[in-house]
């Protein structure tokens, strides 16, 4: 089955700065990324999802982008704000349905 | 469209017992997905459903726990006997088909504890 495998797993940056999480998968069959935000006891919401067709993906202040080659993607959000504290997940769905395999997440800290 | 629901938010049950959680999927919507979520982990996959049909459950443990979609009503999974290890929170989500088009859309939870 998929594996993904998601760094670092913690992340404090500076309000303004940038951060970047980093995801790799195993199956080379993968077609579909996206990631979500999870704010404390809430539920996981897509913020942004790129397809295996697509290098890059960009919407506002968050891009993701895709090596297929290298089985590697990423999330980029720039001019962080303190809202943007949350827990960001990384994900792969491989097989013909829904069925993606997420990542460990990433706790974000922007300090304000 | 109220978005997919889960009930209950919190459920506390004392080992042996039985806990059933619910979840009503988004209106239009004929797939759900359940997943695992222990603290400080991310979600893990348990079963795939349906309506009235298991389409994989390759997740799901395969004792004591049990999952099902019926053609009315909402899903339901249903952990028998649970053991202090079964506390976790428990998503479902949905999506109006399965051809990898359309999103998935999580619900809030059920937060398990088990005394």
């Known amino acids: 089955g998929e594996n993904v495998e998601q760094h670092p797993s913690t992340l404090s940056v500076q309000e303004g700065d940038s951060a970047v999480i980093k995801c790799t998968y195993s199956?080379?069959?993968?077609?579909?990324f996206p990631w979500y935000k999870q704010e404390l006891g809430k539920r996981p919401q897509l913020i942004i999802d790129?397809?295996?067709?697509?290098g890059e993906k960009k919407d506002q202040r968050i891009a993701v982008t895709l090596n297929k080659t290298a089985k590697h993607f990423s999330l980029h959000i720039t001019e962080t704000q303190p809202e943007d504290s949350a827990v960001y997940f990384c994900?792969?769905?491989?097989?013909?349905?829904?069925?993606?395999?997420f990542g460990i997440g990433t706790k974000l800290q922007v300090i304000p | 469209n109220a978005g997919v629901m889960q009930n209950p938010r919190h459920l506390v049950r004392r080992r042996g017992q039985e806990a059933r959680l619910r979840c009503s999927p988004m209106?239009?919507?004929?797939?759900v997905y359940w997943y695992r979520q222990l603290p400080e982990e991310g979600l893990k996959f348990m079963v795939y459903?349906?309506?009235?049909?298991?389409?994989?459950e390759s997740g799901m443990p395969k004792e004591r726990f049990s999952a099902e979609f019926p053609k009315e009503g909402p899903s339901i999974l249903r952990i028998q006997q649970v053991v202090r290890g079964d506390s976790a929170a428990y998503f479902c989500?949905?999506?109006?088909?399965?051809?990898?088009?359309?999103?998935?859309?999580f619900g809030s939870g059920t937060q398990l504890s088990v005394l």
């Open positions: 989500a949905s999506s109006p088909r399965w051809d990898g088009e359309e999103k998935l859309f």
């Open positions: 199956d080379s069959a993968s077609n579909y």
């Open positions: 790129i397809r295996s067709n697509v």
């Open positions: 994900a792969a769905r491989s097989g013909g349905y829904q069925k993606v395999t």
């Open positions: 209106k239009g919507h004929s797939h």
């Open positions: 459903l349906q309506k009235e049909n298991i389409i994989d």
